[in-house]
Nanobody, 125 residues
Framework: QVQLVESGGGWVQAGGSLGLSCALSGRTFSDYGMGWFRQAPGKEREFVAVISWSDGGTNYADSVKGRFTISRDNAKNTVYLQMNSLRPEDTAVYYC??????????????????WGQGTQVTVSS
């Protein structure tokens, strides 16, 4: 059974940092591209970042480039999202997702196979 479990969300003041983690079980983690998406209240889900299954290639939404960093540890079956210089507009539920043989070009949520339950990130001004 596939399971993705996010952790690390919380509350932070603008300008602060938070780190998210997502552990994948039930699959061979190294075969999966991993993405982070977010959904703010009243808005559609949007792409945040992705890391390729093979060469660790990454891709970011323009809104987070230079502030967020996605990484993975295949030994721990875990993908990370380090978020720095957070802004109130980063407030959302953050979801991780997995895609078999996914690459850094898979930025559409519909492409992904499985999703985590989400973790809330709140940035106050």
């Amino acid at each position: 059974q596939v399971q993705l479990v996010e952790s690390g969300g919380g509350w932070v003041q603008a300008g602060g940092s938070l780190g998210l983690s997502c552990a994948l079980s039930g699959r061979t983690f190294s075969d999966y591209g991993m993405g982070w998406f977010r959904q703010a209240p009243g808005k559609e889900r949007e792409f945040v970042a992705v890391i390729s299954w093979s060469d660790g290639g990454t891709n970011y939404a323009d809104s987070v480039k230079g502030r967020f960093t996605i990484s993975r540890d295949n030994a721990k079956n875990t993908v990370y999202l380090q978020m720095n210089s957070l802004r109130p507009e980063d407030t959302a539920v953050y979801y991780c997702a997995s895609k078999y043989l996914g690459t850094e070009f898979h930025t559409q949520g519909i492409a992904y196979d499985d999703w985590g339950q989400g973790t809330q990130v709140t940035v106050s001004s």
